[in-house]
């Protein structure tokens, strides 16, 4: 009986474990003659950065349209999956005529204007986009073959095409594609490992009538045919055809392609400067804390109490070095929601380096990082209530509410006004007022509750007693030289951090809005690391010069020298608009600079939670090892 149960039990482990898979995981075999769906996605430019619904345009529409299901992540970047009237049968190569769609003047020009805005369209074929082969060139002069995300709506008239007029739009009505499969004796059938698109412009002529006994004239294609021009009203016929290609290239690395990022040394570059500069900042922290710092210690615990009167130097703010700063309630919120961001940002990455996050799950990415802000709540609260009971703060009810709801509410408030201009203009990246119920219901109903969770416990955790006691008067500050000044250590505290991640941020910032592909989540990892500990660094190494200098109000400084990165993250981000790119049209503009700086809000508060973290430490190791009465 026991055997038999035994039995049974391993029987449906097997089952629930083969039944279960990671989203984009599971392949799936088609036979010969099995329908291949391709759905359309949305259409998506580099120039507006408005997404559009794919029947926005007078296209070709199935008999019925059948919306899928799309995750948060999907809805915020503007997706609409549908189906499509192409007709895909595994192993079939056929050419087939679409639709032919009589358009009006409006419709004309509404098309011609998205083929003037750059507009691509974006496709879905068993779970992989739709793209385009790209041929690029590497500095040794070896060609590689690169993926990008669909195809052109259509071209602007140039010299550089034969039989067009220059400035006029031509529409791309008849599409190529490319299915790559692989067949291999483990499985039975064929998988699909590629879907690559050709657009092409081409002006179809028939004869007879449409609907009866037409017949394309144009047909088979040529390259000498004219391209088709969209000028007006009139007819347009759209076309496809299939081809379909066996690789040797196996399903579990078809996406290889699509995330290809170019040549690897230039990240390599980016790690290599930025361990430079880590290393840089370990001599100099190396050099305080082992021998200037066990020099001032020797010095300062020595029992001539006359020569101590004539020092000067850190040890002589003992008494004022942890007074409260101004607005301690200010900066104890800070702190938790930089460590809620960075909890965030650490598991994340973390999940994407072990391919937890598939790209083929798409708006996975987003979608966690969501959900992670919201569950990094209890580190939030925690670690706000530590920091504002360590300033002797005593409104602990003010703080667990700002903690939860400031900084969150601040970028809620600008994501909801810079929504009102993408719903003006009518683009699929407004999010719908369900997502905001949702998005507040995961505010309010579990981010919320898990910061007072954390500042419960925070408040009931028992500090250590400090290392020196605080003067009942406050100690005269000297005035500060002109390199001293809290500017000026802005300047040199956050351009460090900032150095150790340029040249990661400009492929982040590629993917974000030239919309390629981002998946080198391995260096990103390693970067962050490095983030830290020169933020760290950095902070400990000002702080210590300005309490040489007998400034004692270091904690906004702290906050602030590291903090400052962000500021440089937006001065960049002005430099990657000149430079890389071509927004055209008000809200756009608004919408590149309004997200950039709620990012670079993000960004300074999590890299000043790490100055400061990082400065209280060495204020508490330093003024603990020495002597005083």
């Not at 703010?317 to 929601?337: K, N």
């Not at 400034?551 to 906050?559: H, L």
Request: hydrophobic share 45%; charged share 15%; proline share 5%.
């Amino acid at each position: 009986m026991t055997r038999l149960a035994l039995i049974a039990a391993v029987t449906l482990c097997a089952r629930i474990i083969s039944a279960f898979y990671l989203p984009g995981v599971s392949p799936h075999e088609y036979l010969d003659g099995d329908k291949v769906e391709v759905k359309v996605n949305k259409l998506s430019s580099t120039v507006t950065q408005l997404p559009y619904d794919y029947y926005a345009l007078p296209l070709c529409r199935p008999k019925e349209l059948k919306n899928s299901v799309e995750n948060l992540g999907e809805v915020l970047h503007g997706s609409k999956i549908q189906n499509s009237p192409y007709e895909l049968y595994m192993g079939k190569s056929d050419f087939k005529v679409l639709c032919k769609v009589d358009m009006t003047r409006i419709q004309a020009f509404s098309f011609a204007r998205r083929i003037h805005e750059d507009y691509r369209v974006q496709m879905i074929m068993d779970n992989l986009p739709a793209a385009t082969r790209m041929i690029s060139e590497l500095p040794d002069g070896k060609t590689v073959h690169m993926y990008d995300r669909g195809y052109r709506l259509g071209f602007i008239g140039s010299k550089e095409f034969p039989g067009t007029k220059p400035l006029t739009p031509y529409v791309n009505n008849h599409i190529r594609f490319i299915v790559k499969y692989h067949k291999d004796e483990s499985f039975i059938g064929a998988r699909i490992v590629g879907f690559e698109v050709e657009a092409f412009s081409v002006k179809h002529k028939y004869k007879g009538k449409w609907g009866e006994d037409a017949k394309l004239t144009s047909v088979p294609l040529s390259p000498d045919l004219p391209p088709q021009p969209m000028v007006g009203p009139g007819e347009y016929i759209f076309t496809y055809d299939v081809t379909w290609e066996e690789s040797p290239i196996r399903w579990a690395s078809r996406w290889d392609l699509y995330l290809y990022m170019g040549d690897d040394q230039i990240h390599w570059f980016s790690i290599l400067n930025s361990l430079a500069i880590v290393l840089l900042l370990t001599g100099i922290v190396a050099m305080i804390m082992m021998r200037t710092l066990r020099r001032d210690l020797n010095r300062y615990n020595m029992e001539e109490k006359e020569e101590l009167q004539e020092e000067s130097g850190w040890k002589l703010v003992h008494g004022d070095v942890l007074r409260p700063p101004a607005f301690p309630l200010l900066l104890s919120v800070s702190i938790g929601t930089g460590m809620q961001l960075l909890g965030m940002a650490a598991i994340s990455i973390g999940c994407s380096m072990l391919g937890f996050l598939s790209p083929a799950n798409r708006g996975g990415l987003l979608t966690a990082t969501l959900l992670l802000f919201t569950l990094m709540g209890v580190p939030a609260g925690y670690c706000g209530s530590i920091t504002y009971k360590s300033l002797r703060g005593a409104q602990w009810k003010t703080l667990t509410i700002l903690t939860a709801t400031f900084y969150p509410g601040i970028i809620f408030a600008l994501f909801f006004l810079l929504n009102f201009f993408i719903w003006g203009r009518g683009s699929t990246g407004a999010v719908p007022f369900g997502t905001f119920v949702a998005l507040l219901c995961m505010w309010f109903c579990i981010s919320v509750p898990l910061v007072f969770v954390g500042a419960f416990f925070g408040f009931k955790q028992l500090l250590t007693d400090p290392p020196v006691r605080t003067n009942e008067i406050p100690r005269q500050i000297p005035e500060q030289a002109w390199y001293m000044r809290t500017p000026l250590t802005m300047l040199i505290g956050g351009v460090l951090p900032f150095g150790a991640v340029f040249i990661e941020l400009f492929f982040i910032m590629s993917s974000v809005w030239l919309q390629r592909f981002y998946y080198v989540f391995g260096f990103l990892a390693i970067v962050l690391l490095i983030l830290t500990v020169t933020c760290a660094e950095i902070s400990i190494v000002l702080c210590y010069f300005q309490l040489c200098n007998e400034d004692y109000q270091w904690c906004w400084r702290a906050f602030l020298n590291s903090g400052s990165a962000g500021l440089y993250l937006f001065g960049y981000s002005v430099v990657y608009f000149f430079t890389q790119l071509e927004l055209a049209g008000f809200v756009p503009v608004l919408l590149y600079f309004g997200y950039m700086a709620i990012t670079s809000m993000l960004f300074c508060l999590i890299t000043g939670t790490v100055g400061f973290l990082s400065s209280w430490w060495f204020v508490w190791k330093i003024y603990a090892a020495v002597k005083v009465d």
